[in-house]
């Protein structure tokens, strides 16, 4: 329960950020960062939860990004709509790619393949088809106005991504406490002894998949709305599918406030790194690439997870014999 | 008499060249403890595969309340009752005791609190209450060969297979295991257990069924199989039996 | 009016590019054999690889036959490095961190490339780069009819280091069975690092055999190796000939693929491959049981 008023709390403090924060640049910023961590929150609940590593999350960011771009542009269905086909395009998706993926039983290095390698497919296919405007991309006609989900302000753009980001905050929260939550983190640790204990293993992955894939398209139909522009290479590209795991390992897998943490530090530490060196491309990808080897070896369980560590320690800390005590007389 | 609760019929299984089962039949009443004994290799744990839903026989039939469950699906077999442990513990290394027994209790309770509560009732039933918050990986071996029990209990099973349960535990930790599984059947489950420490397969046990070489070679109450000689022979090697008898061992 | 001899063509051209493909997948394999990861580094290292044959030709004036070999030692004591003091101690045998420790490596190294290099594509122009041998009925491109050559030769090389020496069998000691091999005193860190030094010298081969019908940009090496990745996939995984008839097999569906439907359907084609076999049958033609 207390983790919900923290949902709350956070939401509030970062709902305020517009009314002290007017400067475009920041507030650019900002959406960007919690567009991102939107998309990692997908990855998070497949990946972090469920212990699934995806290499290929751009499948589901840009399938949500093209059916929102498609649906608009090709066939003039309101804005509003085409997002919510967008995410449902992104959790089928998932289905296709996880039920094939589990049914045939593929784990860890073969999972992040397949995965992979359906995120170039649909690269390939939507840098040729002519649906998705082939290698010249879609322009999403500019229309200023609520109902079409696109605004005059960057204030109203960051606080609808703040309202998505806090409905994923919420969906991982809820799965942490449920059933589905906890046989989803128990095939994560062993899937063979969450079988034994009658966790269907199969289909709790692929539920998670389903559920990671629509967060995750859902952060791809807003880079639509938020940018009015989309190619293969921004919807399908090697890029989103890094940051959208980069952010949760480095802000703590498996946590309900991971990704966004994650995004944060990975995205100021972008920033910070190309007002070092000036617009130089390659720095800020190159930091990441670095921090997320540093993550690994140093704080595999990411930013949440060194002050989880750090909170238990102090708790042991202060009831300190009991334990080992008890521990040598039950043996 | 009513069929057994579990009913092993003429089950074998091959691994590539090596017929690791072999035509082997067995069976489990409700309410009592049976043993599965046999040297090293003899395929008992493969046994348990099959019965557990993590393998398939390549022949033969593994019947459950009375219905032919062979092939299903362990998570499937999980939900009709019949639960197990594994030789080597696998614990959800990184969740705490109290979480590793939830996963069992969700089982058959959907809401959390509900789960919790028979949780904590389990761990402590089995002598791991002190220890719920434990993180799993921290354990001792005996201790998770508790958790092991208890997560399997949770899913409040009508067969539970337990596979060297008492495996690295030293003479003391054995004693204070064996009431805890007396105990099980007193709620009218069957458990079916492989054990190579002998003193709990005799008191513990009514009924023994010796596996060698993927065969059942013998079948009896206890002393009946400590008696016999081709038991003797598969543990101690050809011509031991007779040796013994000549020394009037027995 | 397809002539025969067009198709032909295209099949021979397909095999002799599928030989280089194969020797970025044997690198692949061999690693993935002894480690038991697939190695997702491999790209940006052969990004680099490219670039140092690129710069060894500029600067030294080397032609890249010769670079070849002062770039596979060099790119072997790199791998060597990476596997002993970044991958090895950052994973701590994990699977699930390998994967990510090596896609660490590769977005860092491919993009250093790209910050020091910017994005632009070079070329190399070699003398001999368009000369052809007519073989009868045809003309092939000398560049890739050495790399074919080479390419064996290496491979001969490589399986003949496999089987005659100490380090050699040390390697396949650990990769069939790791617990005995280290129990018999095998250092089985450093069996890695050589191993990961082994596949990163074959990248350093290939880039060398490459890079007169090539191009070099920090992203060319990723392009090459979800190839690889087919290769080894369809090949099996550890499987050395597998890498060498998968590549070959996939330098002629490419070659064909692209002649019927363009380059980036063949390409597709590619792909396609790679996820049904993962889907149906993951260990490949001559790999093992999963």
New interface residues.
Partial sequence: MKDAWLIGAVVAVLAAVPLAVHSNVVLNFLVVTLMIALAGQGWNILGGYGGQYSFGHAAFFGTGAYVTAILQVRYGINAWLCFAAGIAAGAATGAIVGFLAFRAGLRSSYFALVTLAFAEVLRIVASVAPITGAGVGLLVPLDLRAQSFQFPSRAAFYLVILALVAIALMIAQTLERSRFGAWLIAVRENEDAAMALGVDAIAVKLGAMVISAAITAAAGGFYVQYFLFIDAPIAYGTWISVEALLTPIIGGVGTVFGPLVGALVVKSLGEGAKLVTGDVPGLDLMTYGAVLVLVIAFAPRGIVGVFADARAGVVRRLKPSENAVGEAARG | MAEPLLSVENVSRRFGGLLALDAASLSAPAGRITALIGPNGAGKTTLFGVISGFLKPNAGKVRYGGEDVTGEPPYHLARRGIARTFQIVQPFAGLSVRENILVGAHLRHRARSSALAVADEVGRAVGLGDLLDRVASTLTVAARKRLELARALATEPKLLLLDEVLAGLNPSEIRDMLPVIRALCARGMAVLMIEHVMQAVMSLSEHVFVLAEGRIIAEGSPAQVAADPAVVEAYLGHGAAAKLKAAHVY | MLSPLILITAVLNGLLAGAVYALVALGLTLIYGVLH??N?AHGALLSAALFAAFLAWQKLGLDPYAAAFLLAPAFFVLGYALQRF?IG???RGD???M???T?????????????AF??DTRTIELPYGFRTIDIGFTFLAVPRVTSFVAVFVVALALWLFMALTDTGKAIRAVAREKLGAELSGIDVSHVYAMTFGLGTACVAIAACLLIPTYYVN?SAG?AFV?IA??IV?LGGMGSVPGALIGGLLIGVVESLGGFFFGE??G??GI??I??VV???R?RGLFGAS?
């Fill in positions: 990861i697939i997702f970044v101690p950052a994973s699977d699930r961190n994967l990510l420790v896609l660490g490596l590769a977005v860092l190294i491919e993009n250093a490339l790209l910050y910017r994005a920090p990723n979800l990745f087919t996939v980036s359907l390409q597709l792909f396609l790679f996820i993962l889907l149906v993951p999963a």
